[in-house]
């Protein structure tokens, strides 16, 4: 048979754990959602996602393998996402820090207006994970089974895999967004970008330790 569906009641199984395990993108889903809304959270949804498609793309194409297989690529890649994502925290932590230091009168203040691409943040970030391309590489080949076409299984198991985290982080972001106005308070959009900010700076160190 051309695909073998046999493997995937453990693939989804699978596919469910990781989906579910927290990263970069859902810091970055959480926090665009909570300070600019839905329409901001699914545009970066749809950046994170057209750079997921690229890099499965790449794994079922075979080229994938060709870049994993340069050191100097791959370390390239895991140093740009790193600076990125210190990049980010760093944004983050001057807007607190201009806040704190436009106020005067010691009353607290939101945080300033965020004016990026939101698509092209999520775009970015993603491309610049080498995470997602080397998890593609070494998760999806493991559920090909007996199919008589392994790239035909691969976009299959691919496609499957894109949906879940899809319907998850779009809850994610539609969650975030309807309680957006409840986190209005000064405090609690502070404390929500520190712990943006940290998750970041310990995520890049991550990337470039692992």
Avoid: C
């Amino acid at each position: 048979m051309l695909v073998d569906l046999t493997p995937l009641p453990a693939f989804l199984v699978a596919s469910v754990v990781v989906v579910l395990t927290p990263g970069v993108d859902v810091f970055l889903l959480l926090r665009t959602s909570l300070n600019r809304g839905r329409r901001a959270g699914m545009l970066a949804l749809a950046g994170i996602h057209t750079a997921s498609i690229l890099q499965v793309a790449l794994v079922i194409s075979g080229l994938g393998a060709l870049i994993t297989s340069r050191p100097a690529v791959l370390s390239a890649l895991k140093w740009v996402g790193a600076a990125y994502l210190v990049y980010l925290a760093a944004m983050i932590l001057r807007g607190l820090w201009l806040t704190r230091k436009e106020t005067a009168d010691g009353a607290l203040t939101g945080p300033p207006v965020d004016n990026s691409n939101p698509y092209l943040r999520g775009l970015f970030s993603n491309l610049t994970n080498p995470k997602m391309l080397l998890f593609s590489l070494a998760f999806l080949p493991q559920f090909v089974g007996s199919a008589a076409q392994p790239a035909l299984q691969l976009v299959m198991l691919g496609v499957v895999f894109l949906v879940l985290a899809l319907i998850w982080e779009a809850s994610m972001v539609l969650g975030a967004a309807k309680i957006a106005d409840r986190l209005k308070n000064p405090r609690v959009a502070k404390s929500l970008d520190m712990i943006s900010a940290a998750a970041f700076l310990t995520i890049s160190i991550g990337l470039v330790a692992g």
